[in-house]
Every structure is written in structure tokens, then in C-alpha cells.
């Protein structure tokens, strides 16, 4: 080897000796360039921008800016080619979406960065509720807010040069939601994942997937995960807590997006179970009618032979037409309560009933309803957990000829009955049609008088 080749391959050690022992005592850098804007000024409310709005989608044409704090980020993938911020860091107005073709952009537009938006030459729409800003793309020649092409976002889209700040979340109940908070960042507190979804995952792989996030109230919210996340296979958290996130909306059902699971925090005790669906047999049919000559003022009567009052939460009253054994309708009979030693008046015709009767039925429903029976069908009442209740007639039986039909008629409960009965039992009921067996009475009976809707005698 030549002294010349020597020196070379030596001086080529040192240097590399030189490199890696500035890279070990040194690990501080300059920080990139900021490229950021001092000169903008916003002259336009968001409110101003969605009063534009009329329909479709249109190009929005006046010198605009708006400014806003960024609240959204596409680190770990929950987020993807959009931008979401809204007009205050703490207890916004109102916020808004930014639709863009730009990867990454949680590295040009961190949270809690303050941005500027040039409207003029974007895009303005309304899907499924929500306002937003963008491109534009065609579908069946239908016009639709699309991403915004990475080489033009950076003549819309400007960062100030403010430093970052910590946007406060609005602290949100489930049962006070509304439409001026999309787009803002929201925490909902004491909330929980339902018990039905507690062994899944965030998101179902590489596809968009809905959870479900509860109060101790039952108010419900979607948890809408990307299975492109970085979090997609994690098993969603047991306990209750506070949840973090960007308010989305879906025509009317409101979704909650996080940012990454830090804005998940369940670790406490889940809510009790509160018991709000009761059974009794001490709730029955005391009255159904078919009045011979009106047949609009037909009714059911329900009575608590009870001492207190009683939810119907989850309660149905079904109706199965001449013989059929399938339900031919039901009424659903939540939200109602029956208080002790009094009745319930269901009506198919609400003014009607009031005109004939001369007061309200508590419950209005439609023709061809329980309610509506022309007195050859067969009733059921149905708590909560599905038991059969009370029965009239027999299912499967065309009441017509038979010791059950009331057409044209009355059936009412003999005032001695204070239970229910699963099975139709005769010997209960006092009945009046106009073709039934010997052991009921022919003889059809005409409204008001013949009926005693609301008294149980």
C-alpha cells in the first residue's frame, strides 16, 4: 500500500470520528423555518360563511377570510384529508370543516395552531348536516364539497405565527347537544361505552366503524372510529370517565371523533343499573268498544287495580285480527303512566272520541290499531320482558259466533276483577254484540250512552 493511499484511508477515520462525536455531545438542532402569516386579518364570521348558503354547492366569490383555532389532527390516523377548527380557543361559537388532499397535515397545522382562511375560490356545501369548505367533484352530475387539491391549499390555508395554544374543550351534557357545536371540541363527562360493545375493538380493520358511548341517563352518542387508525385494534376501555373529541353530525345523529386515546379516559366505576321497567298483574283491559253507530268512537281501557302508580316503559298492547296467531298491530305504550285505581283510554280517533265523549282519550292512536278492533279480534297485554300480561279473547279464534266477540257492541271487565289473566277466562267479562253466543247479550249498544269510558264500576 502507498503512503499516499495511507494518509487518505486515516484522514477518512478522523473525519468519521469527528462526525459521530458531534452527533453524541450535540442534540440540539435549529428548529425548521416557520412559514407563518402576520399580515392576515379576518373580516368574516363563520356565520357570515354559512349564511351564503342557499342550496347545492356554491363558489364562494368575495375577498373572505376567516380565523380559527385548529382542534382536529390526522397523527394517528382517526383523522384523514380533512381539517376541523372553530372561532374561539375557549367556549366557541361555532367551527367549521375544511376539506384537503393534504397528508400529514398535523405537521403544517398542529392543534391548537391559529389559521387563516382566503374564501375566496373555495367551495361551500351542507352534507348530512354539516357545513363544509373545499373543493368540489361530480357524481351523476351532481355537484359535492370534495378535498381540495395540495397544490392550491397553501393559497387558502395560512398559519399564524402566534404560538400554539391549548384549546379548552367545552364541557357538553348528551342531553344538550346541538347543532351550533359541530365542529367544536367537546367533553362529555360520567359517560361509558355500552355494555353490548365493551369486548370490541375501536374500529373494525380498514373500515369506518360506530360505537356507542352512554350517560348514566341512557342519552347516547356515536364514537366514530377509522379502522385505519393507529388505535383500530385496541379493546375499548370498561369503566366510565370523560371522552374528548371533535363533534361531527350525521343528518340527525350526533357522532364524537377522538384525536388519539388520550382523549379517552374511562377508569372509573360504571353507572348503576337503574331498574325504570316494572310488571304487575294488577294492570288489565277493563273496556273495549265498537259502538253500534259510531264505529270512530271505539276505544280500549286499561285500569291499575293497584295502590301506586306505574311506568309502562316497554309495555305493548298487541291486537291479532280475526284468527291470525302473528300480531296484525301493536302500540308501543312508553312514556305513559297509570296511576292507582285509574284508567287508561286509548283512542283511534282522538276527535272523535273527545266530540262523542266529551273529554281527551289519554292516548291518540291510528285506524287499524289495537285500539280499532270492530269486535271479532283477539287482544294481548305485554310487559316489558315479554310475559303475557292480560288476554282477551283467543288467539287464533275468529271472534265472530263466539262467547268473545263484542261487534257492535261492549265488553267490560266485571268490577269484582282486580288481576290480570293471561288466558281469556269468560266468567270475567260482561259482553254485549249483536251476533255472539247465548251466554253473551245481543243487544248492540250505541255511544255515549251505553259506554262507561274512564270509570270502573
Known amino acids: 500500500m502507498s503512503s499516499t493511499s495511507f494518509i487518505s484511508i486515516k484522514t477518512t477515520i478522523i473525519l468519521a470520528a469527528l462526525v459521530l462525536t458531534s452527533c453524541v455531545k450535540d442534540r440540539t438542532f435549529d428548529e425548521p423555518t416557520k412559514n407563518c402569516s402576520t399580515n392576515l386579518v379576518a373580516n368574516a364570521t363563520y356565520s357570515d ?125 348528551l342531553s344538550t347537544l346541538n347543532d351550533s357545536m359541530v365542529n367544536t371540541l367537546i367533553e362529555l363527562k360520567d359517560v361509558e361505552i355500552i355494555e353490548e360493545e365493551l369486548s370490541l375493538s375501536f374500529a373494525e380493520i380498514k373500515e369506518e366503524t360506530e360505537r356507542t358511548i352512554v350517560n348514566c341517563n341512557d342519552n347516547e352518542i356515536v364514537l366514530l372510529n377509522s379502522g385505519f387508525a393507529d388505535f383500530q385494534s385496541e379493546l375499548l376501555p370498561e369503566g366510565n370517565g370523560s371522552v374528548v373529541g371533535v363533534l361531527f353530525k350525521d343528518n340527525d345523529v350526533f357522532q364524537i371523533v377522538i384525536r388519539d386515546l388520550n382523549d379517552i379516559i374511562l377508569q372509573n366505576e360504571r353507572c348503576e343499573d337503574v331498574i325504570d321497567e316494572f310488571t304487575s298483574n294488577s294492570i288489565f283491559i277493563s273496556e273495549l268498544a265498537d ?33 291470525n296467531t302473528e300480531v296484525s298491530s ?39 290499531s289495537p285500539a280499532d278492533s270492530n269486535g271479532d279480534d283477539n287482544l294481548q297485554l305485554v310487559d316489558p320482558f315479554g310475559t303475557i300480561i292480560d288476554s282477551y279473547g283467543i288467539v287464533g279464534e275468529d271472534g265472530s259466533g263466539t262467547n268473545h266477540e263484542f261487534e257492535d257492541g261492549r265488553a267490560v271487565r266485571k268490577p269484582e276483577i282486580a288481576r290480570a289473566n293471561q288466558s281469556y277466562t269468560f266468567s270475567e267479562w260482561t259482553i254485549f254484540n249483536d251476533t255472539g253466543k247465548a251466554e253473551t247479550t245481543n243487544l248492540p249498544q250505541n255511544a255515549p250512552e251505553d259506554f262507561t269510558p274512564g270509570l270502573r264500576n
Not at 382536529?72 to 374561539?88: R, T
Request: proline share 5%; with cysteine; aromatic share 12%.
Open 49 to 173: 360563511v354559512k349564511n351564503l348558503y342557499t342550496d347545492g354547492v356554491i363558489q364562494i366569490q368575495d375577498e373572505l377570510i376567516i380565523e380559527g383555532y385548529v382542534i382536529s389532527s390526522d397523527e394517528v390516523g382517526n383523522f384523514f384529508s380533512s381539517l376541523h377548527f372553530q372561532d374561539k380557543s375557549n367556549n366557541p361559537t361555532e367551527g367549521f370543516q375544511l376539506e384537503f388532499d393534504l397528508r400529514d397535515s398535523h405537521l403544517f397545522y398542529p392543534r391548537g395552531s391559529k389559521i387563516f382562511i382566503k374564501l375566496k375560490g373555495l367551495y361551500l356545501g351542507k352534507q348530512k348536516g354539516t357545513y363544509k369548505l373545499g373543493g368540489t367533484f361530480s357524481s351523476f352530475g351532481n355537484l359535492s364539497i370534495g378535498r381540495l387539491p395540495s397544490n392550491v391549499v397553501s393559497q387558502h390555508l395560512f398559519s399564524s405565527c402566534d404560538d400554539l395554544v391549548s384549546v379548552t374543550p367545552a364541557q357538553i351534557s
Open 330 to 368: 301493536s302500540v308501543n305504550l312508553t312514556g305513559l303512566v297509570l296511576s292507582p285505581e285509574s284508567t287508561l283510554l286509548i283512542s283511534p280517533h282522538e276527535m272523535e272520541f273527545e266530540t262523542v265523549y266529551g273529554f281527551p282519550p289519554d292516548l291518540a292512536i291510528g285506524s287499524n
Open 291 to 323: 259502538p253500534d253507530n259510531n264505529s270512530r268512537a271505539r276505544f280500549v281501557e286499561l285500569y291499575n287495580a293497584g295502590t301506586s302508580s306505574l311506568s309502562l316503559k316497554g309495555w305493548t298492547l298487541n291486537r291479532f285480527t280475526n284468527d
